[in-house]
């Protein structure tokens, strides 16, 4: 027995209704206080007070000397690039 045009039709509202469960989560902004750079005390913040709506990595490297050190948080990047901005 095939199901009724009006059951399709509410499935297909509650199906998109709950659409958002189906999309990843937005990653958790890191705090201001969390260091990105240890060699030089670099701080999510200080990246943030660059003021940009998007985060160029190598304006960052030249004003702050992110990654002059030992990279660490370059080689971490996949890590907080996403949740600094």
């Not at 509650?14 to 240890?38: G, T, V």
């Not at 709506?53 to 996403?82: A, R």
Request: with cysteine.
């Amino acid at each position: 027995m095939a199901p009724k045009e009006y059951d399709m039709k509410t499935s297909f509202y509650h199906q998109m209704d709950h659409l958002e469960d189906l999309l990843p989560e937005k990653p958790k902004k890191i705090d201001d206080d969390c260091l990105i750079c240890e060699c030089f005390c670099i701080s999510a913040k200080d990246i943030r007070d660059l003021g940009q709506l998007k985060l160029e990595l190598d304006t960052v490297q030249k004003k702050l000397g992110l990654g002059s050190g030992c990279q660490s948080c370059l080689k971490n990047i996949e890590d907080w690039i996403d949740r600094i901005i």
